[in-house]
């Protein structure tokens, strides 16, 4: 008889913390605009949208410093999160450190993190920039 509890209460956790292990995959498209002379600001917005039907418009800033100077216009942003259970553990500030160069036809990538969370993300525009610096982004509901 106590096996048959223990294996039903093991079976009960189980199916009640399987909706936590669940995972979604999250991506983010957005609009930045920055500048940069020693330090490095931008500022955008965009939606995140996730494969369970969640969606949100964010606004995007993030700031930094290092040896960099420019100014440029991502037009076309798409980022891609790591797994996450909801749409919730994708706001907050994520830190990175990249390094740039580009005339005209601007281009970025970089992969950026906070905490378990990662955000690999890549973007073509327009603008010259150059240079090596470590910032924070946030992004927050809009």
């Keep these: 008889m106590r096996n048959i509890t223990v294996a039903s209460v093991a079976v009960v956790l189980l199916l009640a913390t399987g909706p936590l292990l669940a995972s979604t995959d999250c991506e983010l498209r957005y609009k930045l605009d920055s500048w940069s002379l020693l ?5 955008g917005h965009g939606v995140v949208s996730c494969d369970n039907g969640q969606w949100s418009p964010v606004r995007i800033n993030a700031r930094g410093v290092g040896l960099t100077v420019g100014k440029t216009k991502i037009v076309d942003g798409k980022g891609d999160f790591s797994d996450v259970s909801h749409i919730g553990e994708v706001f907050g500030t994520y830190v990175q450190a ?3 160069a580009g ?3 601007a281009g970025e990538a970089s992969v950026l993190t906070k905490g378990p969370v990662s955000l690999a993300q890549a973007g073509t525009g327009r603008g010259i920039n ?3 610096d470590v910032s924070r982004m946030t992004i927050k509901k809009w």
């Design 130 to 132: 150059l240079g090596v």
């Design 103 to 105: 005339v005209l036809k």
């Design 98 to 100: 990249e390094a740039h």
């Design 39 to 43: 330090y490095k600001e931008a500022k």
